[in-house]
């Protein structure tokens, strides 16, 4: 279980709505979004993205005047809420929508939930709040980690639906080990390729030094004792034990992503937007053991004020 700082405090009904009822009597209005936002952004009280300065008076509006730098900001200022023309309230819908059915929702779905004309609308917010899944900051997995590659199908760009347009893309997978049993946190990432030169780094960047890697013969792997890693190889051959049994938790990822692009996606991601979907299944499976989809909801948030804003045009490159 991922309990990150003060979660355990975090209530609901006092720090998040419990149910859409008490979400709908929180969130009337943008100034009660921006409240909200205020309390995420700054839980000891405003701080000046300029300058750092803590002494400001509410200027008009929603914006907040700096009694160092004499600069005026809002709570979005700076974040991929930032100058948004969707008004709060729907920004909140989304993220609602977004965390607090198992399975996420779809653009379609939500755009039907939100009576939105198009469809693209629907997908711009969903995934400039998948940016919001990834805290830079995030802690690496450490101990005992398994770790594969496994793939997925998806489309390429411009390429239609169905039949003759599918591809395959692949992804490396690491799974922390628990003891006695069960899994800890995941981390995933889109890679080009099966060569040390794709996985050995996607080790090093998500999992400490001096783990332990457990992973198959694949010699792609053969140089991560010289990173300071110790690696357990389990060597399968045919007739031996089946992988789900060996390496039973990247299976058990592996098998659970391929069943959520396809089901509440339709298998329909460009290789371009593969990792933000990646990105949004990690946050989910990392906090699978929350006692309240609204603790989702708040992090999300919380991370969204957080994050740097997005150019539309970086969504749709698939630009990091
Ligand atoms: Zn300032």
């Known amino acids: 279980m991922?309990?990150?700082p003060f979660e355990i405090?975090?209530?609901?009904?006092?720090?998040?709505?419990?149910?859409?009822?008490?979400?709908?009597a929180w969130f009337p209005d943008d100034t009660a979004c921006r409240r909200y936002l205020e309390r995420?952004?700054?839980?000891?009280?405003?701080?000046?993205?300029a300058c750092g300065c803590?002494?400001?008076?509410?200027?008009?509006?929603?914006?907040?005047?700096?009694?160092?730098?004499?600069?005026?900001?809002?709570?979005?200022?700076?974040?991929i809420l930032d100058k948004t023309?969707?008004?709060?309230?729907?920004?909140?819908?989304?993220?609602?929508?977004?965390?607090?059915?198992?399975?996420?929702?779809?653009?379609?779905?939500?755009q039907r939930a939100l009576g939105f004309k198009s469809e693209q609308t629907a997908w711009t917010m969903l995934h400039k709040l998948r940016r919001a899944m990834v805290r830079p900051d995030r802690d690496k997995l450490a101990g005992e980690v398994e770790v594969d590659e496994?793939?997925?199908?998806?489309?390429?760009?411009?390429g239609k639906r169905g039949r003759g347009a599918e591809k395959k893309f692949i992804v490396a997978i690491a799974v922390e080990l628990r003891e006695p049993k069960g899994f800890g946190r995941v981390r995933l990432r889109h890679v080009p390729d099966v060569q040390a030169s794709s996985l050995v780094p996607?080790?090093?960047?998500?999992?400490?030094?001096?783990?332990l890697i457990r992973t198959d013969g694949h010699p792609g792997y053969d140089t991560l004792p010289s990173q300071g890693?110790?690696?357990?190889?389990?060597?399968?051959?045919?007739?031996?034990?089946?992988?789900?049994?060996?390496?039973?938790?990247?299976?058990?990822?592996?098998?659970?992503?391929?069943?959520?692009?396809?089901?509440?996606?339709?298998?329909?991601?460009?290789?371009?937007?593969l990792q933000s979907y990646l990105e949004e299944f990690t946050f989910r499976f990392n906090r699978r053991h929350s006692r309240q989809r609204g603790l989702l909801f708040y992090r999300l948030l919380q991370q969204a004020v957080g994050a740097p804003p997005v150019p539309y045009k970086d969504i749709v490159g698939g630009g990091q």
């Open 2 to 4: 991922v309990v990150g």
């Open 9 to 24: 405090d975090l209530r609901a009904g006092k720090d998040y709505p419990g149910a859409w009822s008490e979400f709908r």
């Open 40 to 49: 995420l952004r700054w839980p000891e009280g405003f701080v000046c993205p």
């Open 54 to 79: 803590t002494k400001a008076w509410r200027a008009s509006g929603d914006l907040w005047m700096c009694s160092g730098c004499s600069r005026r900001s809002s709570v979005t200022a700076g974040t």
């Open 85 to 110: 023309r969707t008004p709060l309230t729907v920004w909140f819908a989304a993220a609602w929508h977004m965390t607090n059915q198992k399975l996420g929702v779809s653009a379609l779905g939500l």
């Open 150 to 158: 496994t793939y997925v199908g998806g489309v390429t760009k411009g």
């Open 202 to 211: 996607f080790v090093c960047d998500v999992v400490e030094p001096g783990s």
């Open 229 to 273: 890693y110790r690696r357990e190889k389990l060597v399968l051959s045919a007739s031996d034990t089946p992988a789900h049994v060996s390496m039973p938790a990247v299976h058990r990822v592996a098998s659970l992503l391929k069943r959520w692009l396809l089901g509440t996606h339709q298998g329909s991601v460009h290789a371009e937007h």
